[in-house]
């Protein structure tokens, strides 16, 4: 069968909802395309680990300790589910799972701005997981649609823990809220903080052509706009709820349009920080990975020759 001939009836699956799964053929573009899209994805979770982790020692009381310390093992453990899956497609290609880790060292495969930033108070712990994973739950309920079978499948575990991870910061939040002027002061500042890099989280309004292509192939089935309102709408009314102010000033919403109109974040500067990992944290927990990494490859060494001995015997 020809090329163009493959790529026809491959589209058409995928316009009837049919899901691809990793032993189907697929266009080249298409597999490139998942590759990127899963890698960054994995990567971003086992760096978004790293905000938290900062605060698992300094947690206000065990308890507290404990649950996030619970959430940071889920992160990396997320990390590393996609990755697997990255891996699987990346086969073909001759790349591997330790291949993919050092690609952030090298700085071949990036990471979700958020997780560039600092996160010096208790009240940032309970944003990251208040924000940035409802953020990250409304992107990825999307994906639960995604044409590509595996991708989808790890979603819905995945999903399903980042929802105690928001509730996780929700009471965070709700404990500040609810305490002393000093913890309100900190939790409005926190709010403050973060904003701005949320409205960046999920993209400029004006997709590039790689994420249309990701559009047609349905491998995601929202537009980065889409995704932001769906946050405005979800998390306005929860901030007002709680007594604190939203930083800014032309946030409204469009009754004729029935859309969010907001602030355009420094999209020229996240883009860059993102690009050059030259964000407040950026070096620190890349090098902080990279020990990680580098430092526990004698128990990745001992388990495969663990394996290579059992399969012998």
């Not at 769906?230 to 009314?237: E, H, I, N, Q, S």
């Amino acid at each position: 069968m020809e090329q163009s001939e493959q790529h026809a009836l491959f589209m058409a699956r995928i316009e009837r909802g049919e899901k691809i799964e990793s032993t189907d053929w697929m266009p080249d573009d298409y597999r490139k395309l998942l590759i990127k899209q899963i890698h960054m994805h994995g990567i971003s979770e086992i760096m978004g680990a790293y905000p938290e982790k900062e605060w698992v020692p300094k947690a206000p009381n065990l308890r507290r300790k404990l649950a996030l310390m619970a959430k940071v093992q889920d992160e990396i453990g997320h990390g590393q589910l996609l990755l697997s899956v990255a891996e699987d497609l990346a086969q073909p290609l001759g790349k591997v799972r330790d291949d993919f880790i050092e690609d952030v060292f090298n700085q071949r495969v990036k990471f979700h701005n958020v997780f560039h930033m600092e996160a010096p108070t208790w009240a940032d712990a309970g944003i990251i997981g208040f924000f940035v994973d409802g953020g990250a739950i409304i992107t990825q309920a999307s994906l639960l649609d995604s044409s590509y079978a595996p991708y989808a499948r790890v979603l819905q575990r995945i999903c399903a823990e980042e929802s105690f991870h928001m509730q996780h910061g929700e009471s965070i939040v709700l404990a500040l809220a609810q305490g002393t002027p000093v913890q309100r002061a900190m939790l409005q500042s926190a709010i403050d903080r973060w904003w701005p890099s949320m409205m960046f989280f999920f993209g400029p309004p004006d997709m590039s052509t790689a994420s249309r292509t990701m559009l047609s192939y349905k491998i995601r089935t929202k537009t980065n706009e889409e995704l932001r309102q769906k946050f405005l709408t979800r998390y306005v009314p929860r901030i007002k709820a709680l007594g604190m102010t939203i930083p800014d000033p032309l946030l409204h919403f469009d009754e004729v349009e029935q859309l969010w109109t907001y602030s355009d974040p420094e999209w020229e500067w996240f883009s860059a920080m993102v690009m050059h990992n030259s964000g407040p944290k950026s070096q620190e927990r890349i090098e902080l990975r990279r020990q990680a990494h580098e430092g526990q490859k004698w128990v990745r060494d001992a388990m495969l020759r663990a394996n290579e001995f059992m399969h012998v015997i």
